[in-house]
């Protein structure tokens, strides 16, 4: 864990949020500032800031991320359509550096996106 770091402490339960997910190795919470009627955050426990810093070792919990992303859209009945969104760096959005998965739903998504 590192201690500056919100979505760690979130994890840990430190700072309240809205858990959907609460598993050994990952995590995920309703996002503070929603982008569509579901707007989830998935996140692994363990502390990493972006796709530039996982490595091959991290494969399968990068799939975790997805898989349960999925799960989620499902029970959710987000049929027409959901979307899963990893923003790298700053350049792509990204504003708490830790790594963490968007699940969007409930709406239609334009592409390219902005
Ligand atoms: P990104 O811009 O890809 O780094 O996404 C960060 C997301 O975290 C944004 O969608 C924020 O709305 C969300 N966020 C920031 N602080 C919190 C918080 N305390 N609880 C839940 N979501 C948060
Ligand atoms: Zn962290």
Redo the contacts with the bound molecule.
Sequence with gaps: MDANC?FCK?GAKK?P?KLVLDEEEIFA?????P?APTHI?LCPRKHFASLHEASEEDAALLGKLQMAAAKIAKERGLLAGYRTVF?NGSGA????FHL?L?LLGGRNFRWPPG
């Design positions: 919100l979130i700072i949020a919470f309703e996002d503070i500032n982008q955050l923003n959005g990204q504003s708490v963490h968007h």
